[in-house]
């Protein structure tokens, strides 16, 4: 599992991965899924079934909810053996929750020693569907989890990094050539256009390189 989830071509194709796995190997799990918060705002990254979109934007709307907390928190686990006997810690969530279908749930977060990188979620429509042995189980999948995001996530920003300055790079040889000025001169008009149309330098040049064009000059 832990080969396979390194060898993923993609954060996205880790993360639903991740989720699969979850869904495989942990005894009693019905639905999986991942999310962040960020600014209080929930983001489902991936999801095993309907029920973890629902709950997902429910914990969204009210602000709470087990999930929301573990995420917020950095609560390491969390299990919930019937969600029924949880109402007064999220009152908001709960006799939602229940609507919708959920009995029982177990939280993992997502974390490295860097970063917090979320929470995986794992749901059962029944209650006391998790056991101890389910718990280890996730806890084990997390673990390995955490660390294939992380990696996965640093490549596709390393990858996304150097692309940039290749493309930042490649519009500043078309300036400097057009015009006949330096280096510092081109990426100074590669700022000016970038700031005067409020538009990200990488993709100003990302432009340029694909159109000969730049805003706010041609």
């Known amino acids: 599992m832990a080969r396979d989830l390194a060898s993923q071509s993609s ?20 639905d999986a899924g991942i999310l962040v918060i960020e600014n209080k705002r929930v983001t489902t990254l991936s ?3 309907d029920l973890v979109q629902a709950s997902d934007k429910l914990q969204g709307e009210v602000g709470e909810g087990p999930c929301f907390d ?29 609507e919708l279908g959920v009995g029982s749930m177990m939280g993992f977060c997502l974390y490295t020693d ?3 990188l979320g929470a995986l ?4 429509t029944r209650p006391g569907a998790f056991t101890e042995r389910s718990e280890h189980i996730g806890w084990l999948l997390a673990s390995h989890a955490a660390v294939a995001f992380a990696s996965a996530r640093e490549h ?13 790079g490649e519009a500043l040889g078309i300036i400097m050539e057009r015009y006949k000025i330096t280096e510092e001169e081109a990426f100074a008009v590669l700022k000016k256009s970038s700031q005067d149309h409020n538009i990200k330098l990488r ?4 432009r340029i390189g694909e159109t000969g064009e730049i805003p706010g000059i041609d």
């Open 70 to 98: 573990a995420t917020r928190n950095t609560e390491p686990v969390y299990r919930i053996e019937d969600l029924t006997r949880t109402a007064e810690r999220w009152k908001r969530y709960t006799p939602r929750a229940r």
């Open 203 to 206: 993709d100003v040049a990302r």
């Open 121 to 124: 979620n794992i749901y059962s």
């Open 156 to 168: 596709a920003q390393l990858h996304a990094g150097m692309a940039s300055r290749h493309d930042i």
């Open 47 to 49: 999801a095993h079934g």
């Open 11 to 30: 954060v996205q194709a880790t993360l639903d991965k991740i989720v699969a796995y979850a869904v495989d190997l942990v005894d009693g799990c019905e």
């Open 114 to 116: 860097d970063d917090n």
